[in-house]
């Protein structure tokens, strides 16, 4: 069985808008290709909220696209839904990791699904949390 990963907010966007902050930037073509290699990427509500929120204010994307990008998740990732558990996990989290309420909360997600890696510019590349979980930051390779 395939290892599980969790795809954060920052990948989502960075695929879905072009948003270019030097001509050399290539994390909008390196985000496409990462998420086209995972077969069901897991995700969360929070990541839902967080990049349609970004791609309605940012982008000036249509309520049509958004539900069909809303159907596509639906249909072709694992939405982990929230629970207590969880939310006690991500106070742990941020007791421990010093970690901001939003990014514990999507770590606790990852963990609750099983993951052993989650795709994320925000965190500490590398970092390993919980002796299971591994923070991998695609634009530094």
């Known amino acids: 069985m395939p290892d599980k ?3 954060d907010t920052n990948i989502w966007l960075y695929a879905l808008l072009e948003v270019v902050d030097t001509p050399a930037d290539r994390r ?3 985000a496409i290709s990462l998420l086209a290699q995972l077969t069901r990427p897991v995700i969360n ?3 839902i909220r967080e990049t349609c929120g970004n791609l309605i204010k940012k982008a000036k994307m249509p309520e049509a696209s958004i539900q069909g990008l809303l159907l596509a998740w639906y249909r072709d ?4 839904t929230s629970n207590a558990a969880q939310y006690l996990l991500a106070s742990e989290l941020r007791t421990n990791n010093a970690f901001s309420y939003w990014d514990s909360m999507i770590v606790a997600a990852a963990l609750d699904a099983g993951c052993t890696n989650m795709f994320s510019e925000d ?3 590398g970092q390993k949390i919980l002796g299971q979980l ?3 930051n695609p634009f530094l390779a």
């Open 5 to 7: 990963v969790f795809v």
């Open 123 to 125: 965190l500490q590349h």
């Open 77 to 80: 990732s694992e939405v982990v």
């Open 134 to 136: 591994t923070i991998v």
């Open 28 to 30: 909008h073509q390196q």
């Open 45 to 47: 509500s929070q990541v």
